[in-house]
T-cell receptor, first 113, second 118 residues
Framework: AQSVTQPDIHITVSEGASLELRCNYSYGATPYLFWYVQSPGQGLQLLLKYFSGDTLVQGIKGFEAEFKRSQSSFNLRKPSVHWSDAAEYFCAVGAMDFQKLVFGTGTRLLVSP | NAGVTQTPKFQVLKTGQSMTLQCAQDMNHEYMSWYRQDPGMGLRLIHYSVGAGITDQGEVPNGYNVSRSTTEDFPLRLLSAAPSQTSVYFC?????????????????FGAGSRLTVL
């Protein structure tokens, strides 16, 4: 069965600094990988997804993620964080039936002035 | 286009009471699902449906029932609420066919329903 690990529960980044959120997955075949963002009191919004092809994927709001098969990772990055990026971020992995996503426990991003 | 609509947004129940969380989507999505979100545990799949009349269990189905009589609606029923069911519940939907590159099979989430069981 697939699983996802997000090792950082909280991360604080200064506004304007770069960001990297870690995600490691466990799955025996080629995974379908997603990053979602959840603002306080809101549902989840898709940032980006990977299923094949170029291992560097671009998403909305200036985010990107890189799939590294050798490390079983799908880390999320942003070169310059804005205060509005403060939210909780979830990595998710899907199998062939990729509607049944398995989510990580989330990383809460705090942005300091 | 409202997307995925969940009602109610907030609900307080006493142990043993029953209730139904409503979920409706207007995107003609084939696939619908229910997740619960608990602190430190991410989102866990409760039940899902790949089309009208078809439902199946997810990771944490105990204590919950679902049915799918129409494409648009996917209600989640708690027959006898327990404090362990205190959580935030999310409904999600997606197209059931097509390629991921076209946007199919990407989940659209509702805003959530916060349930407290005393």
């Amino acid at each position: 069965a697939q699983s996802v690990t997000q090792p950082d529960i909280h991360i604080t980044v200064s506004e304007g600094a770069s960001l990297e959120l870690r995600c490691n997955y466990s799955y025996g075949a080629t995974p379908y990988l997603f990053w979602y963002v959840q603002s306080p009191g809101q549902g989840l919004q898709l940032l980006l997804k990977y299923f094949s092809g170029d291992t560097l994927v671009q998403g909305i709001k200036g985010f990107e993620a890189e799939f590294k098969r050798s490390q079983s990772s799908f880390n999320l990055r942003k070169p310059s964080v804005h205060w509005s990026d403060a939210a909780e971020y979830f990595c998710a992995v899907g199998a062939m039936d990729f509607q049944k996503l398995v989510f990580g426990t989330g990383t809460r991003l705090l942005v300091s002035p | 286009n409202a997307g995925v609509t969940q009602t109610p947004k907030f609900q307080v129940l006493k142990t043993g009471q029953s209730m139904t969380l409503q979920c409706a989507q207007d995107m003609n999505h084939e696939y619908m699902s229910w997740y619960r979100q608990d602190p430190g545990m991410g989102l866990r799949l409760i039940h899902y449906s790949v089309g009208a009349g078809i439902t199946d269990q997810g990771e944490v189905p105990n204590g919950y029932n679902v049915s799918r009589s129409t494409t648009e609606d996917f209600p989640l029923r708690l027959l006898s609420a327990a404090p362990s069911q205190t959580s935030v519940y999310f409904c999600a939907s997606s197209y059931g066919t097509g390629s991921l590159s076209s946007g199919a099979n990407v989940l659209t989430f509702g805003a959530g329903s916060r349930l407290t069981v005393l």
